[in-house]
């Protein structure tokens, strides 16, 4: 059973719009949600996270936006820029550092010049 | 963020040899990395987590006798890839959280087996 089910698959925007991807999970025991975001080759990079006790958090030109009713979460890019074109990936774990994450599927995010 | 240090980033071996991955914390103590294999354009698949000074625990379908992972210290985990078979070739990549909670991951390596 998927822990955390992400979409869309892929998606494809113009430079400067915003990219939306969302991210849906069931597990209520989750208190940290990652995103992660991965070039072709490359491991993954922490990208920025959010605790259930914020509805919101910024860092850069990245958003997250939590909904905790509804176990959902998502990642705005604003402004995106070619230079974004990665696969990005959302997660959640619980707290304890001995626990595993759960993985969304995946977004392929291309951003046209 | 925290380092994760992954060796070697791509490695060509011979079907039924062994091939050996490092991945070492590099500015943190990791009392628990966890090891992930990744298909072409897919999500990331646990494979084990790695915890120091015990054995690791295993995901269900991972091969404990192919995919041996010890995790000696608190900063360095290997996972040796035992009699290789060009099915294992795919993209290996580690990860370890730091004390705030975050994983962090390797570079990842490309396992080919010819």
């Known amino acids: ?113 | 963020g925290a380092v994760v240090s992954q060796h070697p980033s791509r490695v060509i071996c011979k079907s039924g040899t062994s091939v050996k991955i490092e991945c070492r914390s590099l500015d943190f103590q990791a009392t628990t990395m966890f090891w992930y294999r990744q298909f072409p354009k897919k999500s990331l698949m646990l494979m084990a987590t790695s915890n120091e000074g015990s054995k690791a625990t295993y995901e269900q379908g991972v091969e404990k006798d192919k995919f041996l992972i010890n995790h000696a210290s608190l900063t360095l985990s290997t996972l040796t890839v035992t009699s290789a078979h060009p099915e294992d070739s795919s993209f290996y990549i580690c990860s370890a959280r730091g004390w705030g909670g975050e994983l962090f991951f390797g570079e990842g390596s490309r396992l080919t087996v010819l």
């Open chain 1, 1 to 113: 059973q998927q822990q955390v089910k992400q979409s869309p698959q892929s998606l494809i925007v113009q430079k400067g719009g915003i990219p939306i991807i969302n991210c849906a999970y069931e597990n209520t025991a989750f208190d940290y949600f990652p995103w992660y975001q991965q070039f072709p080759g490359k491991g993954p990079a922490l990208l920025i996270a959010i605790r259930p006790d914020v509805s919101e958090k910024k860092e850069g030109r990245f958003t997250i936006s939590f909904n905790k009713s509804a176990k959902q979460f998502s990642l705005h890019i604003m402004d995106s820029q070619p230079g974004d074109s990665a696969t990005y990936f959302c997660a959640a774990s619980m707290k304890d550092t001995g626990n595993q994450f759960y993985f969304g599927t995946g977004t392929s995010l291309t951003v046209i010049p």
